[in-house]
């Protein structure tokens, strides 16, 4: 019998750490309630309370101490049997709720212990994944999405859950990615092609503290098996940016890997000391040189991240790693980095990670961030805004450089669509256009109704161009009714299909309609005939 997803639903148990029972899932240090099919990574640092009952029903190992461990599934798939369908998706709340919430303070920073959920994706031969919980609110959307379909469309299923700021996408992408390396009997790091068996994680403190309250953690850190801490180095002096890392080092000894990032990059090196945590770079220089002696691992961030000249003589003066790069956009500003020697390790944004979990197709605000699509390998880039000048033969240039790659960009008047389709004939080339349509967001685009249609019909007529369909971003509606937000929803998005209709009675090809802002995703998801357009495709989350 094939597998199938039949609905999904939160499981009823909360992680609560601090309860003395430790969570080992092929000896995986997981996130609250997050699990990765058996990478191996080191010891976990994980307390739960309420988990081994549930646990157990879902056949994995609780012993007597409360230890968990999932073993990978030795009987799945049967021989001569195929899983091709999920059957339930399923997310539990807290069956603790007599143990409310309740805040403590790491340092400077106050943290949630209990509340947390998971997420299970389960199908009907008794295949189970876990990932992160999500708001229940969400639930119906998930169900639609994906009960009956096959788990191993990842693609599909990647480019209508993820978003980086929506509450249930990443959670059940999470699960579903665990419950394929349950399928195939293999950790998650040879599914994606990976060749390390290991990966060292390190446990980030968030806050300062002071040094003697690090030294304290980092113990207990190491107590629980972990062998590496990442320290934030924001002293006023650096007598004490020293201290800090001196006191740990006394505490863990040789055998412990020690990471500390200066966080200074949004700052300004030339700084007259209206901040006294901002480092020049002398103060920079000074604190890597002091670092480098006590066998700091790496140093993060020492510096501002467009003083590209002093973090290149930084990095030649220190043999110590440095690493950087977390918050810079565009392929120009890596290949800065890159040429100037700022970084011996690059910390750029998650497109690559979206890649490797199958999302494919973005929609970016700017062309240099499309090029950074494109040389990341993406397959399919919206621009989502209207070229004009010299951004059209910008555009043009990215097409025929990576040929592989679909581009795409939105226009929304005549006189705009003439200079692209001129500027595509003097290319010798065929440039795909979207009509730009504004649903009430009021910023661009054109309303849905007979001049729209006449507009289309022109992009249409234009040998050079090839309509690609229409563009329909609504991220105005944000109503925290969910059933108001989709009566907004569905009101604003009546006129686009009605446009749709309309164009395709007149025979003129609509090949797919790009719609949703974060709040609506659930309810464009489920909508056959709309790619979503959601954060899940934007390489900016400024981008219409």
Known sequence: MPETLSKTHQPSHSLLPGTGKTVSILGVPLSFGQSMAGVDMGPSAIRVAGLAQRIATLGYEVNDRGDIRIERPHTYPREGEKLKYLT????????????????????????????????????????????????????????????????????????????PYRDWGAPVEIALWDLLGKIVDQPLYKVWGGTRDKVLPYAAMWGVGTPEERADMSARIKAEGWKAIKLRAGFTTLRDDVKVVELVRKTVGDDFHILVDGNKAPGDADAAGDDPTLWNFKRAVDTAREYQRLKVYWLEEPLPRYALKMLGELNRLVEMPMAGGEANWGIHEFRDLLDEGCFDILMPEVMRLQLAHGITKFKCATISEAEMGAVAGAEDILLAYQPVGPNIDRLLELSARFPSVRFSCVADNAASIGDLSDAAARASTRLEVLLDLDIGQHRTGVAPDSHAFELYRLIASLPALAPGGLHAYDGHIHNTDVAERTAECEAAFAPVEVLRRKLEREKISVPRVITSGTPTFPMHAAREGAASGSRAWRLATRSG
Request: with cysteine; charged share 20%.
């Open 88 to 163: 339930e998706v399923h997310a539990a709340c807290s069956e603790l709720a007599e143990q409310t919430e309740k805040m403590i303070v790491a340092g400077e920073l106050p943290i949630t212990i209990g509340g947390f959920t998971m997420t299970e994706v389960h199908t009907d031969q008794g295949l189970v994944g876990l990932g992160p919980g999500f708001d229940p609110q969400y639930l119906k959307g998930v169900q639609n999405l994906l009960v009956g379909k096959d788990p191993f469309d990842m693609n599909r299923h990647a480019a209508a859950l993820y978003a």
